[in-house]
């Protein structure tokens, strides 16, 4: 087989590039009339139904790490593989059962404005803001260096100066999306792209299992039987669980609780609960994300495992991207290879390009709705700005955004991108979540307690995972460690990759101390807040107070 690097025809991929982008950006401009408001800039004027919001979650949830990078690891560790989408699919049932509804009935634009509505309001907004810019920084800084590289991979270019140009392509593109459309242009190419990868995943989840009579044990005994004959046991470790995980249980279940409890904090998907009218319609958006979501990988499995039997485990390693690259060639050689080949795989190449494009826009607007609501509306003018002014801060916010991440992008495109995934889900299990359900559930939480908590595990989860095996070799050893960010440094201390197991209880717990070591009560806001997070009664009058 030809390495992927030379299949397809890299001027048919940039012209369905070319393709997506204008007809995008021409729904963008026809949507976003207005939107001069702070309303219809970080919510689209709260204007969108359950099912439209549920299938834009689902786009800006499902990332080319999901698309990509599960297959791909299917394809490689098979069940283990797949333990990753069970984790990121029950988190979203955390977020269902305690969060969706009553965020949504008691904030406005942010998650600050939930955490500061019975608190005093600067010093809270101040400690959510900056959490929230440090989970949206590593989260699209993951999706940067991912562009680099998974978008050159497809269009068959390697050099550096090529990578760095389409990393630099995708952040201009980020930055006109948020500019033009805001909240409703945003969620427009959310829903479309969500749309295309659910559509095209089907396409290959039905084809893959029609060349194996649609019977799932065969496709998972083919798969099996190709890698043993390629490496002897690679196949059969494909069926048993825990064959990679299981060496480091406590390992994977500190993961396990970042994919878990991370979702129900990441800012950008907490702000869609207030692109809906409604807190029963948020509930419904979560019901649609999930089936979506959850349909989706399913769809994964099949590609991993067709990508394990069809093209085989050591024709993907070949390949620029390597795992990475498992559901491009599986779209290449699924139809014979050939001119079929070359089509679908610029099909998939457009999904893929799709899929970046939505989740950085997505990103962007939340950073730059939380610097404007939080730091420049509400702590810098004393929540008194004029909203006209406001959203010009967030506009200029977006471009200041899209140039540092084009920057980090660069400067991370040969990083583990993995690891800067983890690193969002573990600062939002660590910081943000205790907050938010302690804010939401207990009466006697204060001013304190939130900073604490929110600070308590922010700074946790980055010292931890600092001086972790993924980023440097531990202390006393002398050699290299191949895997870590900076290979040559033996100052690590931390045994774990992820920090959660031990963050997310900090985050807690320092919201429990700061509470009882205060003697702050507010017991008029919290009865406000309580009936407005069960009832939605206020909940069009929130403001900053």
């Known amino acids: 087989m030809t390495p992927l690097a030379t299949l397809g025809t890299p001027w048919l991929n940039i012209a369905i590039f070319a393709i997506f982008v204008v007809i995008t950006l021409v729904i963008v401009i026809r949507v976003s009339r207005g939107g001069r408001k702070g309303k219809d800039f970080y919510t689209g004027g709260g204007s969108f139904s359950g099912r439209q919001n549920g299938i834009a979650i689902a786009g800006d949830y499902l990332s080319a790490a999901s698309f990509l990078g599960i297959a791909g690891a299917v394809a490689f560790y098979g069940y283990d593989g797949l333990l990753y989408s069970i984790g990121f699919l029950v988190a979203w049932l955390v977020a269902l059962l305690l969060v969706a509804e009553p965020l949504r009935n008691t904030g406005k634009y942010t998650m600050a404005d939930v955490l500061s509505f019975r608190m005093q309001n600067k010093p809270v907004r101040t400690a959510a803001a900056?959490?929230?810019?440090?989970?949206?920084?590593?989260?699209?800084?993951?999706?940067?260096?991912?562009?680099?590289?998974?978008?050159?991979?497809?269009?068959?270019?390697?050099?550096?100066?090529?990578?760095?140009?389409?990393?630099?392509?995708?952040?201009?593109l980020m930055i006109a999306y948020v500019l033009i459309g805001g909240m409703k242009g945003t969620t427009w190419v959310q829903m479309i792209k969500a749309v295309l990868l659910m559509f095209g995943a089907a396409i290959l989840f039905i084809w893959v299992l029609g060349k194996f009579g649609f019977n799932l044990s065969d496709l998972m005994g083919a798969a099996a039987t190709k890698g043993n004959s390629e490496t002897p046991g690679a196949g059969t470790k494909l069926l048993n669980a825990m064959s990679k995980y299981g060496t480091n249980k406590l390992g994977f279940i500190s993961l396990s609780i970042a994919l878990v409890l991370g979702t129900a904090g990441l800012p950008h998907v907490l702000m869609r609960f207030y692109t809906v009218p409604t807190a029963k319609e948020a509930r419904r958006s979560v019901s649609w994300a999930i089936s979506l979501i959850g349909a989706f990988y399913l769809f994964t499995l099949v590609l991993?495992?067709?990508?394990?039997?069809?093209?085989?485990?050591?024709?993907?390693?070949?390949?620029?991207?390597?795992?990475?690259?498992?559901?491009?060639?599986?779209?290449?050689?699924?139809?014979?290879?050939?001119?079929?080949?070359?089509?679908?795989?610029a099909v998939i190449a457009g999904v893929a390009f799709a899929t970046i494009l939505a989740v950085v826009a997505g990103l962007a607007i939340t950073a730059s709705a939380s610097f404007a609501h939080d730091i420049y509306n509400a702590v810098?003018?004393?929540?008194?700005?004029?909203?006209?002014?406001?959203?010009?801060?967030?506009?200029?916010?977006?471009?200041?955004?899209?140039?540092?991440?084009?920057?980090?992008?660069?400067?991370?495109?040969?990083?583990?991108?993995?690891?800067?995934?983890?690193?969002?889900?573990?600062?939002?299990?660590?910081?943000n979540l205790p907050s938010i359900l302690f804010s939401l559930y207990w009466k006697r939480f204060n001013t304190r307690g939130s900073v604490m908590s929110i600070y308590g595990g922010l700074i946790s989860a980055l010292v931890l995972i600092a001086f972790s095996p993924a980023v440097m070799a531990a202390v006393g050893t002398t050699k290299p460690l191949a895997t870590a960010m900076l290979p040559d440094l033996h100052w690590g201390w931390f045994p774990l990759d992820n920090p959660a197991i031990v963050s997310v209880p900090i985050g807690f717990l320092f919201g429990v101390i700061g509470t009882l070591t205060s003697k702050e009560t507010n017991p008029e806001k919290q009865a406000e807040m309580e009936v407005r997070s069960l009832t939605g009664a206020g909940a069009e009058k929130a403001s900053i107070h």
Not at 328 to 339: D, I, K, Q, R, S
Not at 420 to 430: E, I, Q
């Open 380 to 431: 810098i003018k004393d929540g008194k700005a004029d909203p006209t002014s406001e959203v010009r801060v967030a506009r200029a916010t977006v471009v200041v955004i899209g140039v540092l991440a084009i920057i980090g992008g660069i400067a991370a495109r040969s990083l583990n991108i993995a690891f800067l995934v983890s690193l969002a889900f573990a600062v939002a299990a660590s910081a």
């Open 130 to 172: 900056i959490s929230t810019l440090a989970v949206s920084f590593f989260y699209l800084l993951a999706q940067m260096a991912g562009a680099g590289t998974l978008v050159a991979l497809l269009l068959g270019i390697s050099a550096d100066l090529a990578q760095m140009g389409v990393i630099a392509i995708v952040g201009l």
């Open 304 to 345: 991993g495992f067709g990508a394990a039997a069809i093209v085989g485990q050591k024709t993907i390693n070949t390949l620029p991207g390597k795992s990475n690259a498992a559901a491009p060639a599986l779209a290449y050689y699924l139809p014979g290879a050939g001119t079929a080949g070359t089509v679908f795989l």
